[in-house]
């Protein structure tokens, strides 16, 4: 089976759906390939940072629909390690939030499905030029059934599962972090609490509280073995009472390296997101990076099928470039994380 289409985005978490946004507004049409499922789970802290909850703004949820969603606002941040100690406790500051990422994520898909379809349990498998454009190889994960679409522009917004835009040089060539993450049950902390120590290096612990439970974790910021990185959880986890039956839910990051040159292919393919390599190498956030690339890449894209030149291209690589070295500034690592997640 053969589909024609414009553009085809690959990944339909807060990347993909910023991109299908973008192109939606420049009266663009196409289709999303998302190989989970709806309200799939994600493995991360669920918690975001203002310049993260400032991106959802700009997507019409305010602070009530942030709270109908299960969302708590964290009024302060804990940051300790090496000696240090950052807190902020101003509440009328800090105006961050911790909400399951399974429901914002599913929320953004909601919004642009009219305009962009998601096509759920779909594996983009390969992508290969056929003509003036693309031909994107799938798999259905229920029929195991191949297809392929034909398609003008290609956006890549995979997450860490970046062997895509690796295959065609526009990956940004990331350093690979891990994390690990579960709910559990305990007194919370007063705020977002991070804790650094010497058998985390490079990384840390995170007690995150949540409505009802907390979501605790541990992040490597650098290449690390599992039993590595489930070890140092265990430890960390004997201090909570996780939940019963539940278990780590493990997850990779593409974290920022500055190494990148490119992230467009000429003729008409651009990464964002976690695929571009765009994870916060300091902490392993990735959804602000996630909210603004995608819309840049869909504005890119845009602008390339209004005249099949890749100048708009070539710019949105630019403005990749710029991005990741304004924003991951050299700064101890507990005070950009503070600096960060409390929005001073």
């Known amino acids: ?50 310049d993260a909850v400032a991106a959802l703004h700009e997507w019409g949820l305010d602070a009530d629909g942030l709270a109908a969603l299960g969302g708590w606002r964290y009024q302060r941040v804990i940051i300790e390690g090496f ?65 392929a679409i034909t398609c003008g522009a290609v956006i890549l917004a995979t997450g860490a599962a970046n062997h ?10 990331p350093v690979l972090g891990a994390s690990l993450s579960l709910y559990a049950q305990g007194a919370p902390p007063p705020g977002l609490e991070f804790r650094f120590a010497k058998d985390l290096q490079a990384g840390y612990a995170w007690v995150f509280p949540m409505r009802d439970q907390l979501n605790i974790g541990v992040c490597a910021l650098k290449p690390t073995s599992a039993a590595t990185l489930r070890a140092r959880a265990n430890v960390f986890a004997q201090a909570w009472q996780p939940h019963s039956g539940m278990t780590w839910r493990g997850g990779g990051h593409a974290l920022w390296s500055g190494e990148g040159i490119v992230w467009h292919e000429p003729t008409g393919i651009v990464s964002c997101g976690d695929a571009a390599g765009l994870t916060d190498p300091h902490s392993a956030e990735g959804l602000t990076a996630a909210f603004r690339s995608g819309a840049a890449a869909g504005a890119a894209i845009a602008g390339f099928l209004a005249d099949r030149r890749s100048a708009a291209l070539a710019d949105y690589s630019a403005w990749v470039k710029d991005f990741g070295t304004r924003h991951y500034q050299t700064l101890t690592a507990p005070l950009l994380l503070w600096r960060m997640w409390a929005g001073v």
């Open 83 to 147: 000696g240090q100690r950052y807190e902020d406790g101003d509440a009328t500051q800090v105006s961050g939030w911790v909400i399951r990422r399974a429901a914002v994520d599913q929320w953004l898909r909601d919004q642009i499905h009219d305009a962009f379809p998601i096509h759920y349990g779909v594996t983009v498998t390969q992508i290969r030029r056929c003509g003036d454009g693309f031909e994107v190889m799938t798999r259905s994960s229920s029929s195991g059934e191949p297809a």
């Open 164 to 173: 895509l835009s690796r295959a065609w040089g526009i990956d940004g060539q």
């Open 1 to 50: 089976m053969k589909q024609q289409q414009a553009v085809v985005i690959v990944g339909a978490g807060p990347a993909g759906c910023s991109a299908a946004r973008e192109l939606a507004r420049a009266g663009i049409t196409g289709i999303i390939c998302e190989r989970g499922m709806p309200h799939k789970e994600k493995p991360c802290g669920d918690a975001y940072t203002p």
